[in-house]
């Protein structure tokens, strides 16, 4: 619907609409009717790509442009020939992840704020982007804001929703012990309750693995950059409260998971799920019997993570949630023991149960990462020997590969460490994985540290995930060319990609529109819910057998479909916008004035 002669029109309409849902500023695109012509001409490989949302007025600003003829470009005012800007553009390059060769503009001197557009002789002019000192405020707003709009267990009234207002769904108060984690104390077929948690993406199911690192990645936020975030409302239930919206977002899932763990041994159960994934309904509508399933190593040290990283964040709001803090502490220590007594657990899908697994038979970077959070929390020595800081490596952070974050939170504490803790080491680790990004991108023609082989399921998080490391580097070193190449990882999600999408729903004038996502499915409203990132291009292609739609492309980064039925490339989930929330934030923090 968005790609008629209204497109452009009724995209801004969606960037106010959700603007007004998650107290936005002005940093919306503007209009023009010149961009319009742009994704109606020559097809993706013959269009201007860039970051559709916009920057700031201090930010590295690239775009990439097929490889024409021409050798120069023209930043114009949007909508009109007024130049403000003329360039070079840089020679043809080939890149093998999408087959294109393209050249590069680089226009970051651009820097007085308004609503632009780039112009080439003989190309359609690029979508409308923004400069501004908040133009990635809405984005980081809406980004949290879909965490609220995942909500399991609660109804979404329309002063907070607005017209994505739903009944409860999920209320999770009757949940089945499975054969597969059944004790003594709790057999199979005893009910627990086990209510709240957010969805894990685009099924109504909760799996304690993947909300780890996405509860984490908020936490890291926070912890990071609270001035972001002491005022910002986000038109949530909880807002006006004396905590900042995001650490209510965080608790929501927080108190789940605290229900996961059993009270009898301090493990922790893989997840709570339906034997079956729901059909395309709403949550109310989804009703099958739910259950949890299989404690398993890795969910007790994710879990253990987690909830020793929040013991800290929430030391400072024992006022407002009195016992909080320890209680978390209390829950990470005894989950903790547990994976020690009960070291090598693996997730079984059982024969009955077929939704997802976050199986991971590695679970090296999971002892790794509890006992690093757990060592910055408690200062106790004996947590970082247990981290085995010679022997942990160190790589871009996903749901089956945590090591990441356990240097990422000893970078951020670094100055309040104790004696034994190597220092040279944790900014050995992090730049070490910082330069390599960096020589990714500098050979980059797309001027991304995406690599072909980057390009598995969830994608985007890698692009999001590589960038939040680079920001550990900036943080640490101050070297401005690791937060220009994370700048560049969250243009490439926003848009300067091969295939000319902005990921995020509702940002950008050609963006992400039918995500697999349930309840933007089902409701019968024609746009999809704000503020969520699709997982994006990957070449697996796992769902084309259930798609009446065709993927545009094989190659890599070009493998991509926008359609309900792409599970593989266009579903949401927790752990892909918990990196765009941090990486959008860090930007907007760190950024120079
Ligand atoms: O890591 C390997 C890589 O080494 C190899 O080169 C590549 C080749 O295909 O595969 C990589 O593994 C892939 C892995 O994702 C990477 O994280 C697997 O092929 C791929 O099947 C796997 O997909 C996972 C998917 O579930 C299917 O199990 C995704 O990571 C995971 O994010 C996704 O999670 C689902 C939940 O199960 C259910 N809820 C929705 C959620 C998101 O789609
Ligand atoms: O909707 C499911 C999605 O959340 C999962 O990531 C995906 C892979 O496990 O599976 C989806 O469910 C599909 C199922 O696997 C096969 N039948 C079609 C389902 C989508 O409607």
Known sequence: MLFSLNRLTSVVALICFSGFLVACGSGGNGSSGSAVSATTSAGVAGLIKLNQVGFLPESMKLAVVPDVSETGFKVVKAGTTTEVFSGRLG?????DASGERVKLADFSSVKAPGDYQIHIEGLADSHVFTIAADAYEPLLAASIKAFYFNRASAELLSEHAGKFARPLGHPDTQVLIHPSAASDARPAGFVITSPKGWYDAGDYNKYIVNSGIATYSLLAAYEHFPELFDAQNLVIPESGNSLPDLLD????????????QDPNDGGVYHKLTNKNFDGTVMPHQATSERYVVQKTTAAALD??????????VFAQYENQLPGMSAKMLAAAESAWAWANANPAITYQQPSDVKTGEYGDKNLADEFAWAASELYVTTKNDVFYSAFKPSETQITVPSWGDVRGLAWVSLAHHRDHLTTVADQALIAKRIESLAASLHTAWSVSPYKTSMQKGNFVW????????????????????????YLDVAQSQLDYVLGRNATDTS???GFGERSTLHPHHRP????????????????GPQPGQQDKSGCNATYPSNLAAKSYLDNYCSYASNEIAINWNAPLVYVTAAVQALTPK
């Open 458 to 481: 969830g994608s985007n998080s890698g692009a999001l995930n590589q960038a939040l490391m680079l920001v550990q580097a900036y943080r640490l070193t101050g070297k401005r060319e």
């Open 503 to 505: 990921f995020v729903t």
């Open 520 to 535: 933007s499915e089902a409701d019968e409203i024609a746009e999809p819910i704000p503020g969520f990132i699709a997982g």
């Open 91 to 95: 020679m043809g390059v080939v890149w």
């Open 249 to 260: 977002e965080a608790l929501w899932n927080l108190e789940w998971m605290l229900s996961m």
């Open 303 to 312: 879990f253990a993570a987690v909830m020793a990283t929040a013991s800290r």
